[in-house]
Nanobody, 120 residues
Framework: QVQLVESGGGLVQPGGSLRLSCAAS????????MGWYRQAPKKQRELVAA???????NYADSVKGRFTISRDNAKNTVYLQMNSLKPEDTAVYYC??????????????WGQGTQVTVSS
């Protein structure tokens, strides 16, 4: 069993910053990729950022230059530094971790979600 614990969400003014954290624990031996998704009211869940085992990253166009994803392999933790936040960044943010299964990706695990609200 794998558990993901997210933290760092909250209310912030436009232009502000937040840092999300997601720590994985349990029966997880090696991680293929880690990422952050978000879902705003009445919208589909979308990928925000992802980082693979080799360190390569990709970002949604809407957050490029403002958000940075990073990971601490020793702690099985992934972070999302969010700067220059905009009201349209308001959403529930979900952590996603994909373990290795053989030589490729396995079944993903999801965090419980953390609310990020950008408002004045």
């Amino acid at each position: 069993q794998v558990q993901l614990v997210e933290s760092g969400g909250g209310l912030v003014q436009p232009g502000g910053s937040l840092r999300l954290s997601c720590a994985a624990s349990g029966s997880i031996f090696s991680i293929y990729a880690m990422g952050w998704y978000r879902q705003a009211p009445k919208k589909q869940r979308e990928l925000v950022a992802a980082i693979r085992s080799g360190g390569s990253t990709n970002y949604a166009d809407s957050v490029k230059g403002r958000f940075t994803i990073s990971r601490d392999n020793a702690k099985n933790t992934v972070y999302l530094q969010m700067n220059s936040l905009k009201p349209e960044d308001t959403a529930v943010y979900y952590c996603n971790i994909i373990p290795y299964s053989g030589a490729g990706p396995g079944i993903p695990y999801w965090g419980q979600g953390t609310q990020v609200t950008v408002s004045s």
